[in-house]
């Protein structure tokens, strides 16, 4: 008779060991392409203050910008599950660094206006393509804290461009745009060179075509969760629409608000790591729905505040609630989404945060006109019914995703009794890994 120990793991190795390879290729060009993130945060100032915009009129023109994204949520999920992940986020990336230099050399309304779509459609055509590749790559257990992984290095590269960015814009719009552009060919050619193909396979091209957007669009509990997902997203946004016009029409400079930024990148760097692989044990839509309620006391709390300090404060409250919610939506999406069409699943679910984006800076700039108070209570109120919307569905989405957790657990069942001395997570683990080559 024999016994075996199974033997914790340690600290690091619970945080971030058992991942393949390939994500932390993807992970390290998220961090980089992240750290060069400085032109959207500041586009609001750009246009009132270097191109003498009103806040309707860049209000409009961010709304532009807000059109080409969602456009580019719908095509790239297309584009990932007919052509592949890989080309689709490289592709997606040389041309956000065309765009990029393109706008910053710009000086015509037209040719502003132009530039700023081009840019919506090209800048998050790789958050798709990103999605599915994690939901590829990484057996279903480990997804919560893959995504996690993936939102501490976008926030770790976060918090670099909100202090460089200010810097940098203080020097002169230029070189935000050529630093943009530069970061976003590299995420390109890493992934190129580092990520392989993950596409399901065989007949991959032939069974993406079978699908569809339709078939999203008749799944009632996704189409349910985007809505929700817009409304978080809308109030989302407005940390880098009206908070900066915000606070610079209270008397702030750029640099100000860069610096209360960047307390939200470190704060997600210090606090997330540590509780990221807990949270995402925990039942997803009950703790999104918590992490919403956390941001929507933040937002509505800029309603009371008027010094640098005070609007740290009120950031400190809304990352905490950014945090809990880290991880859990992406997960949410891959649970439900059938492998084949993991793509456009994850462009509907882009889709939400795009029409946010496109939403935000409209419905933000008229509710700052009427008065911050107004801006921030309203925002405040549209996320706590994000949050309510979340516990309505969360009995349909718990038994969703248990019903997708059964299948993996039955897989890796059978998996350990074809081979008795292995482990069930490495077993999945390696079958996500052999779709990739």
Known sequence: MTSSTLTKPGFLQSKIGGLPRAFWALWSGTLVNRVGMMVEPFIGVYLTQARGMSLATAGAVMAVFGVGSLISQVLAGWLADRFGRRITLTGGMIATAAAMVALGASTSPAAIVATMFVLGLTIDAYRPASTALV????APEDRPRAYGLLFWALNLGFAVAMVIGGWLAEAGHGWMFWFNATTAVIFGLLVWRAVPETRPEPGGREAAARGGFGVVLRDRLMVAYIVICTLASLVYTQAFTTLPLAMTGAGFDKTDYGLVMAVNGILIVLIQPLTGDWLGRRDPSTTLAIGFAVIAAGFALNSVVSSVAGYAATLVVWTLGEIVTAGIPGAIVAALAPAHLRGRYSGMYGLSWSAGAMLAPLLGTRLLEAGPTTLWLTVGAIELVAAGGLLAIGPALRRRTGT??????????????????????????????????
Do not use: C, F, M
């Open 135 to 138: 939901a590829d790559l990484v």
């Open 404 to 437: 997708a957790q059964d299948r993996t657990e039955a897989a890796a069942h059978s998996l350990t009794e074809a081979t008795p001395h292995s482990r069930a997570k490495t077993a999945v683990r390696e079958r996500a890994e052999s779709t990739s080559r």
